[in-house]
């Protein structure tokens, strides 16, 4: 390897010079004297974001379609077809949730053990085949069953991308390619309303209509995740499209932002201790930010299953309302993509979720306030271009706050198992009753999101308290007591939380 690329400080000695290469192998303790030359750092940075997150961008694209295109078939005839009366299909809507949630930490602490790169592709066969079999059913209860199944095959998906992301990218360069990635869920809603607006059109084979949603868009989903097991690294040591420099500038640049935290490049070598669960359970940065996923989850879980609802109940017809979805949608995914770049630039995520929040409440008072058909279209824009960049904010800030891996699989999992919560709320957040205005609806989403302002500005309080005190030294004990540095994590008083 070129000592060009990956060499000590100036100020180091000879005797200080490590090779990267024997570092990864024998999980010795990284000395921070060595640096990587920012040429070299870019090109590693340049080729994962080639050869990883398109992959991951179109594994969350296809999850999130074959999520919500129930919405979709909603408003094509499948509430008629399969007689759900009452509040049976907001019913259908929540039993998804009940394995999803059960599965998060589970998924997460497996993740490592039958390698990343061949089980999240595994997921999205699974409920591809899942998927496409709600276009079979013929009642209430097989409706059930295909939903309850493809909620357990989905389960794992989101925080094991994260934790998979946090392999590759250094704190501060992951909450863009989160933001990458998840700007696949509102384009999910664009995309998703106008397949569903040419497939609700076909009539073949006993079947018309809503089946040929989940039948045409179920056989995509597998066909992408058969492609995908061969493309996708396990850890940035099997990543083919690197170099042997390459690859050991990856596990160097990792080592070196964890800050004497056991970065996630230790993840090939790590073993699995529930001394790190009970580290990631017992945090400030995971209750909170728990709590305030769980508040995020309930405006964008019901803004995705009922926005092709919400706007048939301004008067639109049933293709005219599905096209009408595309506009809100867009507009999202570039305010994800570009929060995402400006959260990173500025190593911020609470101040842009506050700023989000506020932007989404305006877009429910606008929902709210008024019966004009334009003003109420307009909030959904807000809703959409306010909400949908916390998510990627809220579970990239917990990402970046614990370290190392097991931690870090162990909290997303409990995050976003927390969260995931929301959606008995959200599934019955819009109910028939309440049409056209759904007022009641909108008010509880204006009350989750003051729930999300308030956890966040508690959370950059005590965070930027916590770093204030390891600056002056408050945290140096934990050098001096005793304890095991490589067993500190987060707890390094060299750590930085980010705010």
Request: one cysteine or more.
């Amino acid at each position: 390897m070129s000592d060009t690329d990956i060499k000590q400080s100036p100020d180091a000695g000879l005797e200080d010079t490590y090779d990267v290469a024997h570092l990864e192998k024998t999980n010795t303790t990284w000395d921070e004297s060595v640096t990587i030359e920012p040429e070299l750092d870019k090109r590693i940075t340049r080729k994962f974001d080639r050869h990883v997150v398109p992959w991951l961008f179109g594994l969350w694209l296809l999850a999130f379609i074959d999520r919500s295109n129930i919405g979709n078939a909603k408003i094509d005839g499948l509430v008629t077809d399969l007689h759900l009366t009452g509040n049976k299909f907001n019913i259908a809507l929540t039993v998804f949730y009940v394995p999803y949630i059960c599965i998060d930490v589970p998924s997460n602490l497996v993740l490592k053990y039958f390698k990343a790169g061949y089980y999240l592709p595994m997921l999205i066969v699974a409920w591809g085949v899942v998927g496409t079999c709600m276009g079979f059913v013929k009642s209430y209860s097989a409706l059930l069953a295909t939903r309850f199944f493809l909620g357990l095959c989905e389960g794992g998906l989101l925080g094991g991308m994260i934790i998979y992301l946090a392999m590759f990218y250094r704190r501060h360069q992951l909450l863009y390619r989160i933001g990458l990635f998840y700007c696949a869920a509102p384009l999910s809603g664009a995309f998703g309303g106008l397949l569903a607006t040419g497939l609700a059109e076909i009539n073949s084979g006993g079947y018309h209509g809503w089946p040929f949603i989940f039948f045409v868009e179920g056989a995509i989903t597998v066909c992408f995740g058969i492609l995908t097991m061969f493309f996708l690294p396990h850890t940035p040591s099997d990543a083919k499209f690197l170099t042997e420099e390459e690859r050991a500038g990856a596990v160097a640049r990792m080592k070196l932002d964890g800050h004497g935290a056991s970065a996630a490049s230790d993840v090939k070598h790590e073993e699995f201790s529930w001394f790190w669960v009970r580290r990631a359970m017992f945090n400030w940065n995971t209750m909170l930010l728990s709590l305030n996923f769980f508040a995020i989850i309930t405006p964008i879980y019901s803004y995705s299953l009922f926005l092709p609802t919400i706007i048939s109940g301004l008067g639109y017809k049933r293709v005219t309302a599905q096209l009408l979805t595309v506009p809100p949608n867009m507009g999202a995914f570039l305010t994800v993509l570009l929060t995402g770049y400006l959260s990173d630039r500025f190593r911020m995520r609470g101040p842009f979720m506050l700023a989000g929040c506020i932007i989404a409440i305006g877009g429910y008072i606008m929902l709210i306030s008024t019966d004009r058909v334009l003003i109420q279209y307009g909030g959904t824009f807000l809703v959409a271009g306010g909400i949908f960049p916390c998510s990627p904010l809220v579970m990239g800030w917990l990402a970046n706050n614990l370290a190392p891996h097991y931690v870090r699989a162990t909290g997303t999992g409990a995050q976003i198992m927390f969260a995931n919560c929301a959606a008995f709320i959200a599934t019955f957040v819009y109910l028939a009753e309440d049409a056209p205005r759904y007022i009641t609806g909108h008010a509880i989403n204006i009350g989750m999101i003051c729930l999300s302002l308030l956890t966040t500005t508690t959370l950059l309080l005590y965070n930027g308290w916590e770093n204030r005190k390891r600056a002056k030294g408050g945290r140096g004990y934990r050098l001096t007591g005793g304890e095991d540095e490589s067993m500190l994590g987060y707890r390094h008083p060299s750590f930085r939380y980010t705010l």
